[in-house]
């Protein structure tokens, strides 16, 4: 199953399946990289023993000379250390202006290789090999970077991939908090732009939770073709982009204050969701009942949707203020107007936002 992204005047395609990833040599060769270049994998610690040699291999039998970087698994590894080192490994490996870039991994090896791919020679080709759920959200809309310390994805780029090859029989290797924590992007695209995107994922919660791989070929492919659609009406992020943001600004500031340590970024947003759509019913913005059927359909993907320990409102709300997309101190959320439908909501009254953040969860 393929799907296009068309974004600007390039077109790549998402190629979703169980066992794709013995295609690789000729998928990447109709990406328009040829045999004759050179190809650098990178990948983390846990990704690799399990993955890496398969993927080198189909490579190295195709007639492409292969070489990789492995990498320790984390956000920590979105570094500009990291990134140096990485660096050197691929002027040492003899990459050149012809040669490609592979991330085999989670979001994390995405973003640093593509970083990686983007300002290499200033730029070469990027082909992505998803290995986690969540990375369906970071393989559209070109984002790539790493972190500063002062801050998340300071430091960054837009790099189209090639090619994204997602072989969903990697990711019943899975740990399930991280099965989880990609299944919340996943309901987020729902609960933005397809009500009945969301009726299918209530409706096949069990199966979609056991990675059925037919269905989950088929949530991956329309979290991304709702994402890409909405990326490409708005590559500049003026407006429609905005509304991906569904429980981000309160989901950053959890992650902040939990030191990226106690929530993950998908259990972080998943709580964000929910709050979201608490705060909508409670300004008369969404329609009644939206907010209990956000809560249950996290709930029926694992997903955490309680105030986290240790958390004051009004610290959380101090840090929502500071994200990069409130605009002059005032605070924009994006809220939900029935499932499936979602605005931009500025100057929302923060009394509201404290009040939500108070009650029980
Ligand atoms: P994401 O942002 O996609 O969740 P990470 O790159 O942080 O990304 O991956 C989450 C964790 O899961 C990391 O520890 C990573 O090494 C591990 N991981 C990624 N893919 C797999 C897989 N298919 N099987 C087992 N572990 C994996
Ligand atoms: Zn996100």
Redesign the pocket.
């Known amino acids: 199953e393929t799907l296009y992204v068309e974004l600007g005047e390039r077109t790549y395609p998402i190629v979703i399946g169980d066992g794709v990833m013995q295609q690789v040599a000729a998928l990447v060769q109709d990406a328009g990289i040829s045999p004759t270049s050179r190809l650098f994998v990178i990948s ?4 690799s023993p ?2 890496l040699q398969p993927l080198k291999q189909a490579l190295e039998t195709a007639g492409y000379r292969v070489a990789d970087c492995v990498i320790p ?3 920590q590894s979105k570094s500009l250390a990291v990134y140096e080192q990485v660096l050197t490994r691929a002027i040492e490996a003899g990459l050149d202006r012809k040669s490609a870039i592979l991330a085999l ?7 640093l290789a593509g970083f990686v791919a983007a300002t290499y020679m200033r730029g070469i080709a990027f082909v992505q090999v ?6 369906h ?2 393989s559209v809309g070109g984002k790539v970077g790493i972190n500063h310390p002062l801050g998340k994805n300071l430091i960054g780029a837009f790099h189209q991939p090639r090619l994204v090859l997602y072989d969903t029989a ?6 399930e908090r ?1 099965v989880a ?2 299944f919340a992007e996943v309901i987020k695209h729902g609960l933005i732009a397809d009500a009945s995107f969301v009726d299918w994922l209530e409706e096949h919660a069990a199966s979609l939770w056991q990675l059925d791989a037919e269905r989950v070929g088929r949530a991956i492919r329309r979290g991304c073709a709702i994402k890409a659609a909405i990326v490409s009406a708005d590559e500049t992020e003026q407006g429609q982009r905005a509304l991906l943001n569904l429980g981000h600004t309160f989901g950053h500031a959890f992650e902040a204050l939990c030191e990226y340590a106690v929530l ?3 259990e972080a947003i998943s709580i964000g969701m929910c709050l979201a759509a608490k705060v909508a019913e409670r300004i008369g913005f969404a329609e009644a009942g939206v907010y209990a059927r956000t809560k249950r359909l996290l709930h029926l993907f694992h997903l955490p949707t309680d105030w986290p320990d240790g958390l004051e409102p009004e610290a959380v709300l101090d840090v929502m203020k500071r994200d990069k997309k409130a605009v002059g101190g005032k605070l924009a959320l994006v809220l939900p107007r029935a499932i499936g439908k979602v605005e931009l909501v500025k100057d929302v009254d923060e009394q509201e936002i404290l009040t939500a953040m108070k009650k029980e969860a």
């Open positions: 983390d610690e846990n990704v399990r993955y698994p984390g956000e991994g989670g979001g994390v090896v995405g973003d998803p290995t986690t759920l969540l990375a959200d970071s990697a990711l019943r290797t899975l740990p991280e924590a990609g993950n970024h998908g």
